[in-house]
């Protein structure tokens, strides 16, 4: 059975379809990755996915549950967990309590608990700690761990912030363009991480404007056109697929008129 299915979901925005009619399924260990041009309705289909806008139509199954709609922490109680686009870094935290801010997002634990320091929640601060500094180690924080989030490079944040959606242990991982603004060594290091967590049987669903690192490490690939499914396959069938090619030439060649008009 599939991890994640989305089937027919679809949003409209005052009276524009921004996504329309769009399924796919996801399994454990999978990376499918979701590509269009700019515009194309990705990240609006993440946001759906993950909780942050309720569909208009359609619907979103984990483990065949249906939870079309739940509010954000409801899935990553679940086992969903994401990134975003735009960094959501505590910038004024050191890089280890950022991650710690993850593990005390998936505790259950008495607040009163927690305001009276008893012994349990001393406890599971302790484990949160222990946790997030292997998750740092895996990401390449570990000698980060006590700097103050703002002051990490862009690459170094993506990794930190990932770090802090795995300290959720989903079963799920939404990445919104993880490679943004990073640089090819920056992109390099992300694009092995994927690959462990996927490795280790962890379903990634990936949203990424970097072609290369895309056909590299996708099993599937779904492509996006103006909110809709215009092609999926594994990234051999997909970019050789007329329409992508169409997609993306088209979008090339209005962004080279648009730099010499």
Not at 80 to 105: C, D, K, P, W, Y
């Amino acid at each position: 059975m599939s991890l994640l299915a989305v089937e027919g979901l679809g949003i409209r925005f005052g009276g524009l379809h921004a996504v329309k009619d769009v399924g796919f399924s996801l399994k454990a260990g999978e990376i499918v990755s979701v590509i269009g041009p700019n515009g194309a309705g990705k990240t609006t289909l993440f946001n759906m996915i993950s909780g942050v806008y309720t569909p208009g139509s359609g619907r979103v199954l984990l483990e065949g549950e249906d939870v079309t709609g739940l509010d954000p922490y409801l899935l990553a109680r679940r086992g969903l967990s994401r990134t975003f686009q735009n960094l959501q870094i505590f910038q004024a935290m050191t890089v280890l309590e950022n991650v710690m801010s993850g593990f005390h997002l998936r505790e259950r634990g008495p607040v009163l608990a927690d305001l009276f320091a008893l012994p349990g929640s001393r406890r599971r601060s302790r484990e949160a700690e222990e946790g997030a500094r292997r998750l740092l180690a895996r990401v390449g924080l570990e000698r980060a761990a006590e700097r103050e989030a703002g002051a990490l490079s862009y690459g170094a944040l993506k990794r930190l912030e990932i770090a802090r959606a795995l300290a959720l242990e989903p079963k799920i991982l939404l990445l919104d363009e993880p490679a943004a603004g990073c640089n090819a060594v920056e992109t390099e290091e992300i694009d092995h991480l994927i690959a462990e967590v996927a490795a280790e049987g962890t379903a990634i669903l990936l949203v990424e404007h970097d072609m290369k690192m895309v056909m590299r490490i996708s099993n599937h690939i779904v492509v996006l056109d103006h909110g809709e499914k215009i092609a999926e396959g594994d990234p051999a069938a997909v970019s050789r697929d007329p329409r992508v090619i169409e997609a993306y030439l088209g979008a090339q060649a209005q962004e080279s008129t648009h730099a010499h008009g």
